[in-house]
């Protein structure tokens, strides 16, 4: 089975300095190809995606959903794999992926790890080992087949924050979810510039009032108001 790897970006040139090599020598018989979706960056992120020889696709808007969605439309891969650039899936990902599809798992996930030692980023992280909806997270990766991606409506464009997780929702329904016990690292930043456990607070008490019912604007302007 054929992977393609889906990188939502705007002005990441140092994490995509260091991650696309990475992703280039896991390269083999799985990873068919590697898109960088771009949504209008002004730094050197499409010069360094073209020296990894990666496809550096410019999408129409800016917006994770919309980039996401152009970059899945053209990718030719059976499975696709999101990825934010800030985070670093463990050695052989794409055999591990194949392989719990193989299985019959359609989609699915790797437990997490940051950046930090703090110890409350640790513990967060160790919660994502478990498959349930308030663990997840778009820093963990999602793979999915691109069939069970169609079925389910694709990510809503509408939507600017929060939509990892609400896609997971609409994918559950059409696929067995499996999180793969390997960790993926992801960077710790926001936590860093905001506050680890402000942040944390913040993030904890949004997904408190999505599963309330609150609408995505009201979800969206309080994140704009206390998140950096």
């Not at 390997?182 to 942040?199: C, H, P, Q, W």
Request: a positive charge.
């Amino acid at each position: 089975m054929k992977i393609s790897v889906i990188i939502p970006t705007i002005n990441e040139e140092a994490n995509l300095a260091e991650l696309l090599p990475f992703l280039s020598k896991q390269a083999g018989n799985n990873i068919h190809e590697i898109i960088v979706a771009d949504g209008g960056s002004t730094d050197n992120s499409e010069k360094i995606s073209e020296l990894n020889k990666i496809i550096f696709l410019k999408c129409k808007r800016k917006g994770r959903s919309v980039q996401m969605n152009e970059a899945a439309d053209l990718a030719t891969g059976e499975i696709l794999y999101f990825l934010h650039a800030d985070s670093r899936p463990p050695v052989n990902f794409s055999n591990d992926i194949v392989e719990w599809v193989q299985k019959g798992y359609e989609s699915g996930c790797f437990r997490m790890s940051f950046d930090s030692r703090h110890w409350l980023l640790r513990l967060s992280g160790w919660f994502t080992q478990f498959n349930v909806s308030w663990c997840r997270g778009g820093d963990q990766s999602l793979f999915v087949t691109k069939q069970v991606f169609e079925k389910s409506g694709k990510y809503d464009e509408k939507l600017i924050i929060y939509e990892d997780n609400e896609i997971l929702e609409r994918i559950r329904k059409h696929s067995k979810f499996y999180v793969i016990q390997k960790r993926i690292v992801t960077s710790a930043r926001r936590f860093n510039e905001n506050g680890t456990i402000r942040l944390y607070l913040i993030f904890m008490w949004i997904h408190t009032r999505y599963r309330l019912g609150a609408s995505h604007e009201q979800i969206f302007a309080y994140y704009k108001k206390h998140v950096k």
